[in-house]
């Protein structure tokens, strides 16, 4: 069997990058043949270079080349149908990532990763496609035009198998574009199932970190102001007394300029990125995969949420310091959606609302979460990722 991937596999974001290498890698276990469809890299890298620094493209980059299989290149429909064909694909997965965000700046096209074109084009439409993990990062489709929601509505029907990232997702295509209950699968992101395909990998460490020594990771925005600084001298100093070091897991797009026991040098390949959170005593700071790995390792965390809801009335909520209350009613936020059903949702906070628990709470609930509890909830999203691999890939015979 061969299965060709379409998702975002080429954006300088760490998550994407292990998303797109997950999959793959839980394929290949199986014996399954696996492309990564190199659809689209110049576009998502063009607009990454503009705020990512130069040092860490090649982070990413060699990432992209070495660990993914990839087809030859494609930046339009046609060139997707060319190679669809000639790879000859058995089966189409579809994600995981926000690939069913419908954009915001041009709505004159379907994005691809609808699947139009190849629902379009006899000689490939009777291919499964599969929908895996897949997200809406807008506002959903409400807004969309009637006909491109009955073009949507139509490609999506067409999916051999549907599931989505998470509950957001799923209330929000079936409510804008069905108008009942047609996604019903909600699958947990795949970097879940990622630990036991790097267990060769070796942690690069560059001596930073000597053998044995402990230490906390905190990523903060890039240039965030003196007010990030006194709370981070704080949390320093009782980590510090108590045995850590405290450093700086820097974004693709640049770093805080905060002074830390030390900062991971770019560039930073993804693998990397992984290792550092997996052989870390507990994380704080922004970005969804960041967390995931985290629970995926049963790294203690506290996730600074970025995501979700920025309406008016959120933002005038968090100003006036009800920071909980904004994250209460902030269900849109990916991290909120992972948290919301776990012990963990009150490891939570918005970028504001960090500076409002005290350094030594949050010390304290790094060093008091229970590791193996951590990985459970790991454990329960990995095994329901595998079964429906299992089910759609290996065991399960085509309409």
Request: positive net charge; charged residues 25%; glycine residues 6%.
């Amino acid at each position: 069997m061969k299965v060709g991937i379409l998702t975002y596999h080429a954006p300088y974001n760490f998550g994407a990058n292990l998303q797109a290498y997950t999959v793959v890698k839980m394929l290949q276990s199986k014996g399954i043949e696996v492309k990564v469809i190199d659809y689209n890299r110049n576009e998502q890298q063009k607009i990454c270079r503009l705020v990512v620094p130069q040092q860490q493209w090649a982070g990413h980059d060699n990432f992209i080349t070495t660990e993914l299989p990839l087809t030859a290149s494609a930046e339009t429909k046609d060139d997707l149908v060319h190679i669809v064909q000639a790879e000859k694909f058995d089966k189409i997965i579809v994600g995981a990532d926000a690939v069913w965000s419908f954009p915001l700046y041009n709505k004159s096209d379907i994005p691809a990763y609808f699947m139009d074109w190849l629902f379009e084009s006899p000689e490939i439409a009777n291919i499964p496609v599969f929908s895996i993990s897949v997200a809406n990062m807008t506002g959903g489709f409400k807004n969309v035009s009637i006909a491109q929601k009955n073009k949507l509505k139509e490609c999506i029907s067409k999916f051999y198998f549907l599931s989505v990232r998470d509950k957001w997702t799923k209330q929000t295509i079936n409510k804008h574009l069905f108008k009942k209950e047609k996604i019903k699968i909600i699958l947990p992101d795949p970097v879940f199932g990622i630990e036991k395909f790097v267990e060769r990998k070796k942690w690069n460490s560059q001596n930073i970190v000597k053998e044995g020594k402990k230490y906390f990771l905190i990523t903060f925005p890039k240039f965030v102001d003196c007010k990030y600084a006194k709370w981070l001298k704080n949390f320093k100093e009782i980590a510090n007394e108590n045995g850590f070091l405290v450093g700086e897991l820097p974004l693709p797009e640049g770093k805080s300029g905060l002074s830390f026991d030390f900062t991971i040098p770019y560039p930073i390949d993804p693998i990397q990125w992984f290792l550092w959170i997996k052989n870390s005593d507990g994380f704080v700071g922004l970005r969804f995969h960041a967390i995931i790995s985290c629970i995926t390792t049963g790294v203690p965390f506290f996730s600074i949420d970025s995501y979700g809801n920025k309406s008016i009335l959120i933002r005038i909520i968090n100003r006036m310091g009800f920071y909980k209350l904004g994250r209460i009613l902030d269900k849109k936020s990916k991290i909120y959606q992972l948290l919301d059903k776990t012990k963990y949702k009150s490891n939570r906070v918005n970028m504001r609302g960090i500076l409002g628990i005290p350094p030594k709470v949050v010390v304290n609930k790094l060093l008091n979460e229970d590791r193996i509890e951590i990985m459970q909830e790991s454990q329960r999203y990995c095994n329901l990722f595998q079964q429906y691999v299992d089910k759609l890939f290996c065991n399960a015979m085509l309409k």
